[in-house]
């Protein structure tokens, strides 16, 4: 679930040097290959139907 993989990126985020946020690119960075959706523009989609 992409979901659970964006929210993991943020923790693994927090464990390194202290940032405030994560641009979208970040977390695609992040995800496994098999996590990632087809390209950043989906995990922009994503992000913003969580505040739906």
């Known amino acids: ?3 659970g993989h ?3 990126a943020f923790a ?3 464990e ?3 940032r405030r946020h994560l641009r ?3 977390v695609y960075a992040a ?3 098999e996590s ?3 390209g950043v523009d989906g995990v922009i989609k ?7």
């Open 16 to 18: 390194g040097p202290i």
């Open 12 to 14: 693994a985020a927090k």
């Open 6 to 8: 964006a929210v993991r």
């Open 31 to 33: 995800l496994s290959a």
């Open 24 to 26: 979208p690119e970040d």
């Open 46 to 52: 994503a992000s913003c139907s969580l505040v739906e």
């Open 36 to 38: 990632r959706p087809d």
């Open 1 to 3: 679930m992409l979901y």
